[in-house]
C-alpha cells in the first residue's frame, strides 16, 4: 500500500500513536539498474521488519497493521500508474510499530516484473514528497536499488514532528519504510532498510 492512499493515511496514524501516550509525472529514478536478483513471489508479509527487527520498547499496533488491497494500492495513482497496477501488482503488506513516541512504518508489495516496480516507484516518491512536506536527501551508500529517501514531517500532538521515509526496489518487489519521532534520524531509516531488504533477499 506504498501510495499517496497509505501514506495519507500515515498522518492520522501519528496522531493516534501520540494521543493514546503509548499522484502526478514521475520523479526521476536515483538509479538506472534494471532490478536485479531471482522473482519474489512469498507471502508479502515475510518480506517486512518485525518488532525484533526494531529494537526494544516496540510493539506492533494491530489494527494498522495487515495485508493490502488493489484498491488501496491504487488510490490516487494517475491513471497510467493504475493500469500498471492492475495487470502488474500482486499483493501486498505493512506493519506499524509504536514505543508510544515514535513510529516506525514498514510495508512490500510485489509486483509481476521488476520494470513495472520500478515505475510504479518512481509516481509513490513523488506521492511521499507531497504527503511529507519533504525533499530528498542523499540515498545512503550500498547495494539498494532505486532507492530514495525523503526527509519530511508529519503531525503529532498538534505539531510536526520529523520523520524520514525510505523506498526502493528489489526485483519485484516495492520495500519501503516510514520512521518518524524521536528517534528518527536518516541513518536510522537506511538501517532498517537494509535489514527489510535482507529479509526480502532471503525469501527469494
Not at 81 to 109: F, K, M, N, P
Not at 120 to 126: F, G, I, Y
Not at 172 to 180: K, R, T
Amino acid at each position: 500500500m506504498c501510495t499517496r492512499a497509505r501514506l495519507l493515511l500515515l498522518l492520522a496514524i501519528a496522531v493516534l500513536i501520540s494521543g493514546c501516550g503509548s499522484g502526478s509525472a514521475d520523479a526521476p529514478p536515483s538509479s538506472t539498474r534494471t532490478p536485479s536478483g531471482p522473482q519474489v513471489t512469498g507471502d508479502p508479509s515475510h518480506l517486512v521488519l518485525d518488532a525484533g527487527d526494531i529494537g526494544n520498547g516496540y510493539l506492533t499496533v494491530a489494527a494498522q497493521t495487515g495485508g493490502d488491497t488493489l484498491e488501496q494500492t491504487m488510490y490516487h495513482d494517475p491513471p497510467s500508474i493504475q493500469a500498471i497496477e492492475r495487470t502488474s501488482w500482486l499483493s501486498g503488506y505493512h506493519a506499524l510499530y509504536s514505543d508510544g513516541q515514535a513510529g516506525v512504518l514498514t510495508d512490500a508489495s510485489l509486483f509481476r516484473t521488476g520494470p513495472s516496480a520500478v515505475r510504479v516507484s518512481r509516481s509513490w516518491q513523488t506521492s511521499g514528497l507531497k504527503t511529507f512536506q519533504g525533499h530528498l536527501i542523499a540515498p545512503p551508500a550500498g547495494s539498494l536499488d532505486h532507492v530514495s529517501v525523503i526527509a519530511g514531517s508529519v503531525p503529532v500532538r498538534g505539531h510536526r514532528t520529523k520523520a524520514y521515509f525510505i523506498q526502493w526496489v528489489h526485483g519485484n518487489v516495492i520495500a519501503g519504510i516510514l520512521l518518524f519521532g524521536h528517534h528518527a534520524t536518516a541513518a536510522a531509516v537506511a538501517g532498517l532498510a537494509t535489514a527489510q531488504d535482507g529479509r526480502i533477499s532471503n525469501s527469494a
